[in-house]
């Protein structure tokens, strides 16, 4: 090789170079945001600033190549991952921490959800439009400072935590039933949710948007199979791998069970039906019976 000895030096330059970055600089970096990060511009700011120290050691690297008189061409070939990934990580996931302690002071207003409702609330419950609120002011600020990629996995953090408070609050002793119209309530609130999501593609992509819609997949799913009309094809291993599969079988019967109590109405016309039971109360209690079998 023509370049063979200047390969060797860089070599050995790269190897220092890559302990320096990934094990002294990465740990210091980690130490300063495991406590110095005390608000959410603050952790956004860093999250922002390590977008930038990623593109600093690509640079580091290249410039060491070129003083080793090495063609840029061999170092792109043999580019290392990103040397500080544990402290970009760690500020993504202060940053994520820090939005979720502030979603979950407006999803404790889930609390004033009527689930004993009687006709389903067309726009919304009130904890859900608090959260868009947020979620939309927040947006207006990090799409300024933060990377697309990184404003898209911070939020997709965000958004899956709140799908698992809503799946929580449904399994929740604090919940011991609901209505039907309850359900299609939430149905609404998620559809906002999504809404919020699909909304954010000309900051990302219709791609990434349609990524950020997936962190809400385990309360969409557990949604629309209470809505089903048929929810015994959650058996269908077809089906549920097609259209449940976030889904845990556990929580679907504890769920589930909240909401079959025929003296708690959960079908609109079942009272007026006489001893006819509602094909959908029918399906929804074998599903509940079968998975209790396999339990």
Same mark, same amino acid.
């Given at each position: 090789?023509?370049?063979?000895?200047q #390969?060797?030096?860089?070599?050995?330059?790269k190897?220092?170079?890559?302990?320096? #970055?990934?094990?002294? !600089?990465?740990?210091?970096? #980690?130490?300063?945001?495991?406590?110095?990060?005390?608000?959410?511009?603050?952790?956004?700011?860093?999250?922002?600033?390590?977008? &930038?120290?990623?593109?600093?050691?690509?640079?580091f690297?290249? +410039?060491a190549?070129? $003083? =080793?008189?090495?063609? !840029?061409?061999m170092?792109?070939?043999?580019?290392?991952?990103?040397?500080?990934?544990?402290a970009?990580?760690?500020?993504?996931?202060t940053?994520s921490?820090?939005l979720?302690q502030? &979603?979950? @002071?407006?999803?404790?207003?889930?609390?004033?959800?009527?689930?004993?409702?009687?006709?389903?609330?067309?726009?919304?419950?009130?904890?859900v439009?608090?959260?868009?609120?947020y979620?939309?002011?927040?947006?207006?600020?990090a799409?300024?400072? #933060?990377?697309?990629?990184?404003?898209?996995? *911070?939020?997709?953090?965000?958004l899956? +935590?709140?799908?698992?408070?809503?799946?929580?609050?449904? $399994?929740?002793?604090? *919940?011991?039933?609901?209505?039907? +119209?309850?359900?299609?309530?939430?149905?609404?609130d998620?559809?906002?949710?999504?809404?919020?999501?699909?909304?954010?593609a000309?900051?990302l992509?219709?791609?990434?948007?349609?990524? !950020?819609?997936?962190?809400?997949?385990?309360?969409r799913?557990? &949604?629309n199979?209470l809505?089903?009309?048929?929810?015994?094809?959650f058996?269908?291993p &077809?089906?549920r791998?097609? =259209?449940?599969?976030?889904?845990?079988?556990?929580? *679907?019967?504890?769920?589930?069970?909240?909401?079959?109590?025929?003296?708690?109405r959960?079908? @609109?016309?079942?009272?007026?039906?006489? =001893?006819?039971?509602?094909?959908?109360?029918? =399906?929804?209690?074998?599903?509940?019976?079968?998975l209790?079998?396999?339990?």
């Amino acid at each position: 090789m023509s370049y063979g000895g200047q #390969l060797d030096f860089f070599d050995v330059v790269k190897k220092y170079l890559d302990r320096l #970055l990934s094990e002294v !600089l990465d740990g210091a970096l #980690l130490k300063l945001i495991s406590t110095s990060i005390h608000g959410v511009s603050q952790a956004m700011q860093v999250a922002a600033n390590m977008a &930038v120290m990623e593109r600093a050691c690509d640079f580091f690297f290249r +410039h060491a190549a070129q $003083l =080793s008189g090495v063609p !840029l061409r061999m170092v792109e070939r043999g580019r290392r991952q990103f040397p500080l990934c544990k402290a970009r990580d760690a500020a993504e996931d202060t940053l994520s921490g820090l939005l979720k302690q502030k &979603v979950d @002071g407006f999803m404790t207003l889930i609390e004033n959800v009527n689930w004993m409702a009687d006709e389903p609330w067309p726009n919304g419950n009130e904890y859900v439009n608090e959260v868009i609120i947020y979620l939309e002011t927040l947006v207006s600020t990090a799409q300024q400072i #933060l990377p697309p990629q990184v404003l898209k996995r *911070v939020l997709q953090d965000v958004l899956s +935590h709140i799908s698992e408070k809503i799946i929580g609050a449904l $399994l929740g002793d604090t *919940v011991k039933r609901f209505t039907v +119209h309850a359900i299609m309530g939430i149905d609404v609130d998620i559809r906002l949710l999504e809404s919020f999501a699909d909304n954010q593609a000309p900051l990302l992509s219709d791609e990434e948007a349609n990524q !950020l819609k997936t962190a809400l997949a385990e309360s969409r799913q557990l &949604v629309n199979l209470l809505l089903s009309n048929h929810p015994e094809n959650f058996l269908n291993p &077809v089906i549920r791998e097609r =259209s449940y599969n976030t889904l845990d079988y556990r929580k *679907v019967v504890l769920i589930s069970e909240k909401l079959r109590d025929p003296s708690e109405r959960r079908f @609109g016309t079942f009272g007026s039906r006489g =001893s006819r039971q509602n094909p959908q109360k029918k =399906s929804l209690d074998a599903l509940i019976k079968r998975l209790k079998d396999v339990s």
